[in-house]
């Protein structure tokens, strides 16, 4: 059965303490690897899309990687505004749906 | 504002009756997803459509149905409302025919959430 599984749960981390984020997958025919942040009673806000094993990509803070069976999601100085709830998600399948881990909630203190 | 505006925000029903969510994807986009969000689940897929067509089905319920008109617009019905469908509902668009989905995402709106009493 595919899975997406995302750990820790919950996270604080103090601001400026850097850390990371994973997501584990077990599927078959991965044709994208996702990462979303959502904020409290907002929708899904888009982060990255990773296609390969070997991959990365960044914007700001954050750091995406992807392995052939995880990916990483590394928070560098994280600041009081990046605490929000970090999903992944996976495409497979003629449909393209997003198949979503349970995600992370990060809590930064100033 | 993310270009998916979804109807109402919020909706507070009676167990048993029926009500009707709507979404209007990004303009261009072809494909609307239909999810469900609530604390022990997740984020679950419902349903996709496509330029109007049915296009995959998740872990949609008997009582929920779908449709997506020609304007792109789609409703999410959801009848015999039972306390357990409380939650947060997402509608997404996209439009992978031009790859737009693996270079931008899905584009989700703010989310209806429904509460029922």
């Known amino acids: 059965e595919d899975q997406v599984t995302q750990s820790p749960e919950a996270l604080r981390l103090q601001e400026g303490e850097s850390s990371s984020l994973n997501c584990s997958y077990t599927?078959?025919?991965?044709?994208?690897l996702f990462w979303y942040r959502q904020d409290p009673g907002k929708g899904p806000e888009f982060l990255f899309t990773?296609?390969?094993a070997g991959e990365e990509k960044e914007k700001e803070r954050l750091k995406a990687t992807l392995t052939k069976k995880e990916s990483f999601l590394h928070i560098t100085a994280p600041k009081p505004e990046d605490s929000a709830t970090y999903l992944c998600?996976?495409?497979?399948?003629?449909?393209?749906?997003?198949?979503f881990g349970g995600g992370t909630r990060l809590m930064v203190k100033p | 504002d993310s270009g998916v505006t979804q109807t109402p925000k919020h909706l507070i029903t009676a167990t048993g009756q029926r009500v009707t969510l709507r979404c209007s994807p990004r303009?261009?986009?072809?494909?609307v997803y239909w999810y469900q969000q609530s604390l022990d689940q997740g984020l679950q897929f419902l349903i996709q459509?496509?330029?109007?067509?049915?296009?995959a089905k998740g872990n949609i319920l008997e009582r929920f149905s779908a449709q997506q008109f020609p304007d792109l617009h789609s409703e999410l019905n959801l009848s015999s409302l039972e306390l357990g469908d409380s939650a947060l509902y997402f509608c997404?668009?996209?439009?992978?025919?031009?790859?737009?989905?693996?270079?931008?995402?899905?584009?989700f709106g703010s989310g209806t959430r429904l509460t029922v009493v």
């Open positions: 303009s261009g986009d072809l494909s």
């Open positions: 997404a668009s996209s439009d992978p025919g031009t790859g737009g989905a693996f270079s931008y995402g899905y584009t």
């Open positions: 998600a996976v495409t497979l399948g003629a449909g393209n749906m997003l198949t």
């Open positions: 599927v078959s025919g991965l044709r994208g």
């Open positions: 459509y496509y330029n109007g067509e049915e296009r």
């Open positions: 990773l296609y390969s």
